[in-house]
C-alpha cells in the first residue's frame, strides 16, 4: 500500500504530464501544420512558436534553479520569450519540444528523490514541491493559449 507521500508524487507526475483535466501540451501540438507556427493571429502578442520557447525557457529555468544554487535566471521578462516568430526550421521546432521533454523528465526524477518539502536553500522560500506545482500550472495555461490560437486559426479539432 502506498503512504500518503507516494500518493502526492504519483499525482504531481500525473498533473506535470497534463491531460488529466485538460489537455496536455502534447495534444496541444498534435497535428499542428508547420506552417501555422509563426502566425499571430488577431494582434495577439505570441506565436505558437514563442508560447513553445517561453514553456521550454520557463520551465528550464525553475528546473536549473531546483538543482543548482549557481543557475542565474534570464532577465525577466525579455530572458523569457524569445522575439522570432517563427523557428528557423523544423529541426529548431523539434529541439525545442525535446528540450521540454528531457527537462520534464529530469524535473519528475528530482521530484522522486528527496524532499519535496524542505526550502531550496539558495532560494527565498520555494519547495521542490512548490515548483512542480508552478511547472504543471505554467505550462498548462500555455497550453491553453495554445488551443486558442489554434482555434482561431481553423486548426483545433
Do not use: C
Not at 8 to 28: P, W, Y
Not at 56 to 67: G, V, Y
Not at 132 to 147: F, G, K, S, T
Request: cysteine-free; hydrophobic content about 40%.
Amino acid at each position: 500500500m502506498k503512504n500518503e507521500h507516494d500518493v502526492l508524487i504519483t499525482e504531481l507526475i500525473k498533473l506535470l504530464n497534463g491531460g488529466s483535466a485538460h489537455a496536455s501540451l502534447d495534444d496541444a501540438l498534435d497535428n499542428l501544420p508547420a506552417k501555422l507556427r509563426g502566425v499571430k493571429p488577431d494582434d495577439l502578442p505570441y506565436s505558437i512558436w514563442q508560447l513553445v520557447e517561453h514553456i521550454r525557457i520557463a520551465q528550464w529555468d525553475m528546473l536549473k534553479f531546483s538543482e543548482d544554487e549557481k543557475h542565474e535566471s534570464p532577465e525577466w521578462p525579455e530572458g523569457y520569450w524569445v522575439k522570432d516568430v517563427a523557428p528557423k526550421n523544423d529541426a529548431e521546432w523539434e529541439n525545442s519540444l525535446k528540450q521540454i521533454k528531457d527537462d520534464l523528465k529530469e524535473f519528475i526524477d528530482l521530484l522522486k528523490s528527496g524532499d519535496i518539502y524542505k526550502t531550496i536553500p539558495h532560494g527565498d522560500g520555494q519547495s521542490i514541491l512548490r515548483e512542480a506545482l508552478q511547472i504543471a500550472d505554467h505550462n498548462a495555461y500555455h497550453a491553453a493559449e495554445i488551443i486558442v490560437i489554434r482555434r482561431l486559426l481553423g486548426a483545433w479539432k
